[in-house]
């Protein structure tokens, strides 16, 4: 069994999915560009040829981690959709699951708000923007909701990254509010 960042990964895991998940974890602590596949390798103890035999570039891996992230974030929004017919509790039910969700879901976010702030060197190499699907729902959610001013598409998407930014600040600080109301006392 090997441990990544203390959570005990077990045989069941095909060495591949071992890989995205330390790569996983790596990038959400250090940014694509923080987590060489050097520093990822070590951290499953497997050789640099090891990584470069089932993915062929760091940026192959990072698409890999990027295209799970994304295919599970549609997914929970295609779930939730469907369990609401108004936009607003759509919208409100997709950010509260984000900024509930369980600590190793904080990678995600993690990798996600980086993917959204630092990929403007990566940008002209990228192949496919994996979070774009998932954008362009949460967008089209927010156009649905009634206002008395009909908001532009760009405008919509603003508020996207400000609701997600927003969520994502909230639940990566958890621990942190955590210690603050163990220490302090509610607020």
Do not use: C
Request: proline share 3%; aromatic share 8%; glycine share 4%.
């Amino acid at each position: 069994m090997t441990s990544i960042k203390g959570e005990t990964v077990g045989a069941t895991l095909s060495t591949r999915d071992r890989l995205l998940a330390a790569a996983r974890s790596l990038f959400a602590d250090r940014g694509f560009y923080g987590a060489s596949l050097a520093l990822i390798a070590r951290e499953l103890s497997v050789t640099k040829q090891t990584l470069l035999h089932h993915f062929v570039s760091k940026e192959q891996l990072y698409a890999e981690v990027l295209a799970e992230i994304a295919q599970s974030y549609l997914q929970l929004l295609m779930r939730i959709q469907s369990e609401y017919v108004d936009p607003r509790h759509r919208l409100e039910a997709a950010v509260l699951a984000l900024a509930q969700g369980a600590p190793e879901d904080m990678q995600n976010a993690r990798i996600v708000m980086r993917e959204l702030l630092d990929n403007q060197h990566r940008v002209d190499r990228v192949k496919n923007w994996y979070l774009r699907p998932w954008l362009d729902a949460l967008t089209d959610t927010v156009l649905e909701i009634p206002s008395e001013h009909a908001a532009t598409r760009e405008e919509a998407l603003a508020t996207v990254y400000l609701i997600l930014g927003a969520a994502n600040f909230f639940a990566m600080s958890a621990p942190t509010l955590q210690f603050l109301r163990a220490r302090f006392g509610p607020y």
